[in-house]
């Protein structure tokens, strides 16, 4: 007789008995089974016809309407009669409460679901379910490996990227009188920059070698529908790359290429204020307070603004005027190069803008920009495969800040393993609750 008390805990196969409030004014809830299948032993299945004993359980659940609820069971345990079957004894089961569990299933599952879906971190959930932190720990692996995607979908534009996991650490060599890193851990993330599928998975460590083995480890039809790939400027990538996915076309993000013009830039002004001053920047040195305007994109002043930049140069001290003028220059090429993408742009325009910046940087005779100027000639393949598709890894770079925000909350993990799991469940789209790194 399922009566409306019943209906209302919703706990499948049991019974609600009557409800009164202890003195606390916590209700406490009497249940029984309904359940026939409970009858039944769970190692043969045939159905027990001898009591041995009642027993009490107070399973932990969820609250009712808002309201704590103390849960009392009081089951039978059987005898299981049947000759061969090892199991003398049982007590009665229901999905939501197995036998010698003592937190409802549905409990765990909120308190899993919490982390995994709703940015709680592993020791707020616990608070928030009262339970203890490895018994929420559990239910979020649980929960994430239901939620979480075996096998990424195909995808036409990867992108990789790498974060770095806590603190680098570092011990003085005395015998090479520097400072070493002992201990730098990283984390290379693959995401789906084209389909929306989010973080498709982190390996840890930063070598060629483990983005080969993911790379490895997806099947070789999913392997030839990657069509593009967006990387840093880092050569460990490009190798991986090359080697796992040959034909692959190789694409650098623009704003490491905006991000090196603007530190050659920086590189020469603060080499030559030393040389002419003979000591470094600081406020009331002209090119020191414009450091900021500098490495603002002309285009994006005003032309009167751009005007009065070039003049206050102009105005600098010889030794500092010429150089840093050079290097603006030679960053403001760069900028206009990479703005014909999306462009559609011709091989003249490419190849005489492309030509304006190397003469730029050779006559300038400026280390810093022949470095620079070497750079670019050596991504300069990547950097064209830019101009042509227009893309970029900014969907790499917001993953990369979910998982940050992740680690964060979390005070950093110990646990690699469950790092990745927690931040793949904020990043991959298919399962991901409340943060977007789009
Ligand atoms: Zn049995």
Known sequence: MVNDTTRLLGLDGLVVDRVRLDPDGVPVVALSTADEQAQCCPDCGVRARRVKD?????????????????????????????????????TE??????????????LRQAAGAAVADGARTVVQSARDHDLSWPVVAAA?????????????EPVEVLGIDETRR??????FDQVSQAWQSSVDRWHVGMCDLSGGQGLLGQVEGRTAQVVIDWLGHRSQTWRDQVRYVAIDMCTIFKSAVREALPHA????????????????LNEVRRRVTVQVRGRRGRAGDREWDLRNRLTRSAKRMRAERVDKLCDEIAGLPAGISVPVLAAWNAKEDLLDLLALARTHPDRENVARLLHRFYQRCADSGLPELARLATTIEIWWPQILAFL????????????????????RDAYG????????????????RKSRGHLNPA
């Open 249 to 264: 076309i190789l694409v650098v993000d623009h704003f490491h290429v905006v991000q090196l013009a603007h530190q050659a």
């Open 413 to 428: 993990f110990r646990n690699p393993i469950n790092q990745r799991l927690r931040t793949r469940c904020a990043t991959t």
């Open 166 to 171: 806590g603190r680098p650490k570092w011990v």
């Open 388 to 407: 042509h598709t227009g893309i970029t890894n900014a969907g790499s770079e917001g993953t990369n800040r979910v998982i940050k925000t992740v680690a």
């Open 93 to 106: 089961q229901v999905a939501q409460v197995p036998a010698r569990h003592r937190v409802t299933a549905r």
């Open 54 to 90: 009642w027993v009490t359980t107070r399973p932990r659940d969820l609250p009712v309407a808002g309201r704590a609820t103390r849960l009392r069971w009081r089951k039978r345990r059987w005898h299981c009669d049947h000759g061969g079957c090892r199991r003398r004894t049982f």
């Open 140 to 152: 979020f692996t649980a929960h994430a490996g239901v939620v979480l995607p075996d096998e990424p």
